[in-house]
């Protein structure tokens, strides 16, 4: 039988003779209880769904760590008792994580380790803990990932749509006119866009991106990771329309847009002109920016000028 071809020199892993013959003695990897955990603010990426994508690292963090700052203490709790960890637990949400910096600096100043978590993921992608990091970082702390599971990068590996440059947009504003503001400044972004999303929201929201962004590949990511986890691809038009007269589905989403076709801006009849110019107007002149749009949109010089002159009075 033909053997692969990593299996010339023997079983897959075992080592390669080195120049003089001698098999070389492949490092144990290092015991995480045996290395010392220093002292400083550790960010601590915990599973999305599948409680096996919790890392070693993740929990010997937070076994050893002298505080656990949580997002929701009867979340974290309960990860931490199925994993067997006890630790002294303190919250921090958007609503008081102002209020609970000077505390959690004290605790950083006396040499303490302290893990930050979130409910699920990585802390701060549209979690709590930014200011925490920012004011640790202020005042002089060490501040240490441990990465792992975020839903951004996991829908992202399963797209097939281009990674090499991505743009985290989160969650879009509820309003309607306010999600459809923001989606006009995302139209000519050349990167693959990727959205949360509440199930409620998903029916309008698809259909907005199809509106505003013109019916590009997408993938729609439900549960990911978990029992029911669902992952559909399609054009936004296609995607929009399979949930359109659908109950709105549960769980989790991440919503995936692949960028803009290469050959020219997305010129979509709906595009919102009154944002575009806003954008525009913000960095560049009057006239710079109504040259800039009227060319790209195919439009008038002279109505987008007259709408720009509105704008900005
Ligand atoms: N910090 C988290 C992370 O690193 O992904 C995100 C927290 S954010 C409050 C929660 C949102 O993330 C959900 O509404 C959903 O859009 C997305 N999400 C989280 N877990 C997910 C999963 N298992 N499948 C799909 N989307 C998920």
Redesign the pocket.
């Known amino acids: 039988m033909k053997r692969a071809k990593d299996q010339v020199s023997g079983q897959i892993g075992e080592p390669e003779p080195n120049a003089q013959g001698s098999k070389r003695q492949p490092k144990p990897a290092p015991d995480p209880a045996e290395q010392t955990l220093g002292p400083g603010l550790y960010v601590v ?1 915990t599973p ?3 409680l096996g994508d919790m890392s070693p690292r993740a929990l010997d963090v937070l076994r050893r760590a002298d505080l656990v700052v949580a997002e929701d203490t009867r979340v974290t709790g309960k990860l931490l008792s199925i994993m067997g960890i006890k630790r002294p637990m303190i919250s921090y949400t958007e609503h008081n994580d102002q209020a609970r910096n000077p505390a959690l600096l004290a605790a950083l100043d006396k040499g303490q380790v302290v893990a930050l978590v ?10 709590p803990g930014q200011r925490l990091v920012a004011a640790a970082v202020q005042a002089g702390h060490k501040i240490v990932p441990v990465p792992g ?7 992202l590996s399963v797209a097939g749509l281009p990674t090499d440059r991505f743009m985290f947009v ?2 879009l504003p509820a309003r309607p006119k306010a999600r459809r503001d923001e989606l006009a400044g995302l139209i000519n972004i050349p990167a693959t866009l990727i ?5 409620h929201r998903l029916i309008e929201t698809l259909e907005d991106l199809n509106e505003l962004l013109g019916p590009r590949p997408a993938m729609v ?6 029992f029911y ?1 669902e992952i559909r691809r399609g054009s936004l038009a296609e995607l929009s329309n399979a949930v359109k007269d659908q109950v709105p589905p549960r ?4 919503i995936v847009v692949a960028p803009p076709p290469k050959e020219g801006i997305v010129d979509h009849a709906s595009f919102d002109l009154d944002q575009v110019l806003k954008t525009a107007l913000d960095q560049y002149s009057l006239k710079d920016a109504v040259a800039a749009i009227a060319d790209a949109h195919g439009l008038n010089r002279r109505d987008v000028y007259a709408r720009a002159l509105t704008l900005k009075k």
């Open positions: 990426a999305i769904g599948n979130s409910d699920a993921g990585t802390p701060l992608i549209s979690d599971p975020s839903a951004v990068i996991a829908a989160g969650f959205f949360y999303e509440a199930p990511a439900r549960e990911l990771t978990k986890e769980g989790e989403i991440v």
